[in-house]
């Protein structure tokens, strides 16, 4: 069984002054335990309102209009507040990419952490001042930070020694299914590379399931098993990391993604940007939102959304890459 | 540590400007003020005594030395408590009227304000963290229609109902008349009945604004990402609005505590002269009638110094609170 | 020292020209620490370069590196402690207010975030106006037009919708490209821009850096870009100084230094780069 | 190909369209691309309060304040045509209660009540409005330069702001009007509006100081702005709301100050104003001979119209602060 399905997700922003904004639009998506899913996409693709989503963290006026988000078979999106608090505990975390200001500016990094702890205390546990230190010192070792760090306050952090804390405290109650939304963002370049790398092993070591919403494709590619990549609010292309920059069936959208990309150590660098406008997310139109920056479309991707279509490993949202043909069988109905 | 230092800096600098604008301020006014005072004094059938004479030149403003003598011999005087003779009061030295009015005010208005703040910030913080409850439009509104009363209404609205009207307590003054103050329990019982009318007006008047800046800055704070991360972390629902929202919420108005004696005292001026509390607003306000300025300049000062001196506690404890200016 | 003179060899037979636009002289300036211990911070250590008209020069560091506060100092923000900055005729340094006046119309600047960079309050039209009215000396509707050449330069077309709209309506693509025309509009012969790409999405990016390019081209501008993105400095410079903790740890031809990087913090910021195939 | 895009067009037309009938709030955007073309030819300040208004209407607390503060304005600008007797007159019987000719009851100089309020609405509302505007205009002023001129100027400024914002307001205002001797209805304006303006400067201070580090500012000088036009045309525009929210903060506390002020007698008490109906009922016992409403009517005017203010900004400080809209 998958550990995480969402299906049919619709999320859209109102507003009190201004005007409605539809976010995530008929989102269908399946994970098995222990992937590492990369979900790539400009501003206004969606992937951070998906990582809220999945969480159950989004607030007003963001407003998830309909679907289903089952974590392990149940859907967390009928939870009760503290049906979803026990969740948290081997469920479901969050790394916001804001790590910067994710902790509690007035209590010490010890104080935080047995906060988390005692929330989920189970019968017979006891967290005491020692046990608390404990449990730190072990979680900080494993972001590779000194457990002298328990005893400082946010402010006396780095931005890296911050986001490495989040990280932590994130992991302490063992999650199985952890969202690292723009994990590394607001850290400086060469910082971000090593809290990556981080995130990479604890992964792979913990085999806990991983989401990575990041806007960075090579990010996305160095670290995970599978990317998704997202625009206007839908999956546009599922597919394994390993052949997403290799040749072979993609949307339209990725392979121009693709051209913004050089190595700068190259005898001749080339890049291209993706003509016309962004999508404005406020209007409903039929047909492929990517369409109007396409240089391959066609009639019918003004007429009809595309829906994804499997191909052996991939998926691709494309009337024109991948047609429905009427005799295939793998077909995802997306709902309007 | 730094941040200490620079407090105690600021403190004794700025007590040294309030102290030097007392200085300056009956300089600038139009006519003599030592004349007038002068006049009143010998008027009121007391002795002009050559010390009197004097330190009402001195804190008024002496014709015929220069201004830098004058202001040697203002602090001098200051530091030895020596402000001259009031004519409000039949042979009464300045100092000894406020000395026998300042404990009324002290505990007056030292206890509605530290009950105010505390009341209020409570009831901001369940305003904050229940929003949009039924109790949070009930504070929200209750508060906002308060915050427009000024204390001399609250306190006439009070005495209609509450003393003329039902006679629950009593109308007018610090004890009954005819007792003599003392530390006895009967005084201090009686005292206590006399203060509840002005103490009630005090602490409405000022409870709204702590309610309605608690409740601001508590929904400010729901908005930051560590509270956001808490929430994702499963923490407590109390945990989370005391010690991750209201925690933080609270140090903005801290700040304000000392700022908000201000007005705290304005209203005491206004309930003490409603109530007939025998306190220095009140005698203030005798002072103003009298156009006893000696009275009336020392009142001044000794109401900023006390002020001053209450912003630097709670500066102090600003720091213990926040352990970003701890450094 | 003598290090630095080393380097200048190659770098002074690229800038053939004999007259550089600006000099930069052994300029050193430090903050006082925050934490208000003695020990000072030095932002920019003893660094020197030239820009020769018409070239295209990359400052490329992590933060913390100095490449802003080197923009601060070649816009007269800050004051140097030490060394000196020279621009044409004029002691950058050592400029009061009035005289800062003048150094703008010679030098530019387009900011990192297209967001805080245009007043929300004024639109398009005032906002690239102002520099035509205040420089150029031109009336309203002599900047009106020439507002207009100006957008339809930097790709806003039609240039008349553009010039009317205020800037909440635009994307951050269309509001950089109006702080660009804005840029333009008083014929600099610098331009600074700092990260000026860093902040729109990745699709775009590389239509602002050709834009910037084919202007300078266009009219002989000098350009200083400060970045950390070696990718957008190889695409945009012709030669490029790493900077690392206020000092220069490698400069030369971009090309060249890219690919035989020989500072072990060159070699690590080119790890950071975002590349597709690892 | 390019048929289909035109087509496409045409359908985000049609929606857009639909949306900008159906979302009334979606107007900001329109009006701004509208307002180019054909700018209706009215004085700007007329439109500026014209735009002002609509925007505060939309906010349900604001709309209140807005309706009472209309009313009061309308009542004192009609007051000579409204008011059904002369209001210094003193040819009715004394110390009357309500009744067919004197709704309110008579003065105990036997001046008619109900056109003494009405009349005494132009005082209070020229106090509150003259006195919250003057201390507006000092805030800005202070707050822009200090801002605005970091460093030695800036240190200057702040110190003095913060030392204003420590006096003691009402004792202050006591002092000085005591001083100053003069009765008018002006002298307690710019007494009030003098003393007033520490709290606004302090905002807009530290507003203008976060402005100024904006991209934009930089950009200004960079396009060649003088040192003046930056401030008047790019930083004070993006003050509008904390200019307005500072000014009906000093015009709330103005009202309140300024009947404390004609409460105690302090100013001219034979000036028609509610403040001063209130020092000649508490002068008269009003409670005790049973006039209430001598007391009761000028009180709930005073509550209201500062109450107004109150709500107005209310409605402010939501278009300023997003995180305090309600949902």
Known sequence: MPILEIEGLNVCYRPERGVRISAVRDLDISLERGEFVGIVGESGSGKSTLGFAITRMLRPPAVIESGAVKFKGTNILE?????????????????????????????????????????????????????????????????????????????????????????????????????????????????????????????????????????????????????????????????????????????????????????????????????????????????????????????????????????????????????????????????? | MRYFVRKVGMFFVTIWAAVTLNFVVPRLMPGSPVQATLMRLAASGQVVTNATKRAIEIQLGLPHTSLLIQYGDYLLNIFRFRFGMTYSITDESVSRAIMAAAPWTLVLVGTTTVLAFLVGTMLGVYAGWKRQSRVDSIVTVGSTVFSAFPPFFLGLLLLYFMGFKYHWLPLTGGYTPGLTPSLSLSFLGNAFIHSILPAITLIITSLAGWVLGMRNNMINTLGEDYVLFGEANGLRDKTIAFLYVARNALLPNVTSFGLALGSVIGGSVLVESIFGYPGVGSLLLTAVNNRDYPLMQTIFLMITVSMLVTIFVADLLYGLLDPRVRQ | MSEIEEIEGPLLAIAMEPVPLMIFDQVTKSYRSKRGKKEKLIAVDNVSFEIAPGEAVGLVGASGSGKSTIARLITGLEKPDTGRIIFGDFSVGKLGHRELRNLYSMVQMVFQDPYGALNPVHSVEYAVSRPCINYLGMSISQATRRVEELLDRVGLTPARQFAEKMPHQLSGGQRQRVVIARALACEPKLLIADEPVSMLDVSLRAGVLRLLTELQNEHGLSLLYITHDLLSARVLTDRILVLNKGGVVEEGVTKQVLQNPKDPYTVKLLDSVATLDK | MISFRNKRRDIIKGVTVEIVVAEDDARPLNEESKSSYNRPKLPGPFVFILRAVSTLWRNKKSRVGLVILGFFIFVSVMAPILAPHSATATNFKPYQNPNATNWLGTTGNGQDVLSQ???????????????????????????????????????????????????????????????????????????????????????????????????????????????????????????????????????????????????????????????????????????????????????????????????????????????????
């Open chain 4, 117 to 327: 309020m009405i009349y005494g609405t132009r005082v209070s509302l020229l106090v509150g409005l003259g006195a919250g505007l003057l201390a507006t205009l000092i805030a800005l002023s202070i707050g822009l330069v200090s801002g605005y001129r970091p460093g030695i100027v800036d240190e200057v400024l702040s110190f003095t702001t913060n030392l204003a914002l420590v006096l003691p307001g009402l004792p202050l205002m006591i002092v000085i009007a005591t001083y100053l001797r003069s009765n008018s209805m002006w002298m307690i304006l710019f007494v009030i509006g003098f003393t007033g303006w520490a709290t606004g400067a302090r905002v807009i201070r530290s507003q203008t100081a976060t402005l100024r580090s904006r991209d934009f500012v930089s950009a200004a000088s960079f396009s060649g702005e003088r040192l003046l036009r930056v401030v008047f045309k790019e930083i004070l525009p993006n003050m509008v709301s904390l200019a307005a929210a500072s000014f009906f903060g000093a015009a709330t506390a103005a009202v309140i100050a300024a009947s404390s002020l004609e409460f105690l007698g302090i100013g001219n008490p034979n000036t028609v104003s509610w403040g001063s109906i209130l020092y000649w009922a508490e002068n008269d016992n009003a409670f005790l001979t049973g006039q209430w409403v001598l007391v009761f009517a000028p009180g709930i005017a005073i509550v209201l119209l500062s109450l107004s203010f109150i709500l107005i900004n209310f409605g402010i400080d939501t278009l300023s602060n997003p995180r305090l809209r309600e949902k």
């Open chain 1, 79 to 336: 939870l009760t507040g503290s049906e979803l608090r026990n969740q948290r505990r081997g469920g479901l975390a969050l790394v916001l990419q804001s790590g910067m200001n994710a902790l509690n500016p007035v209590r010490s990094i010890s104080k935080q952490l047995g906060d988390v702890l005692k929330a989920h205390s189970q019968k017979g546990e006891h967290w005491g001042r020692s046990e608390v230190r404990a449990r730190g010192g072990e979680l900080l070792s494993m972001v590779e930070l000194d457990s002298e760090v328990l005893d400082r306050y946010p402010h006396e952090l780095s931005g890296g020694m911050r986001q490495r804390v989040a990280i932590a405290l994130a992991l302490s109650l063992e999650p199985e299914l952890v969202v690292f939304d723009e994990p590394t963002t607001a850290l400086d370049v060469i910082v971000q590379a090593s809290v990556m790398e981080t995130i990479k092993s604890l992964q792979r070591s913990r085999g806990f399931t991983a989401i990575l919403i990041s806007h960075d494709m090579s990010v996305v590619l160095d670290a995970t098993d599978r990317t998704l990549v997202m625009y206007a609010g839908r999956v546009v292309e599922d597919q394994p990391s390993k052949t997403v920059a290799s040749a072979g069936i993609h949307h339209p959208y990725t392979e121009a993604l693709m051209k913004c990309y050089a190595d700068p150590r190259a005898d001749k660098v080339e890049l291209q940007d993706i003509g016309g406008t962004p999508p404005d997310l406020s209007i409903e139109v039929a047909g492929c939102s990517f369409a109007p920056r396409c240089s391959f479309a066609s009639k019918v991707c003004f007429l009809e959304t595309p829906s994804l279509v499997r191909s052996e490993l991939i998926q691709v949202a494309c009337h024109v890459r991948l047609p429905v043909s009427p005799m295939a069988k793998e077909v995802k109905v997306v709902r309007n």
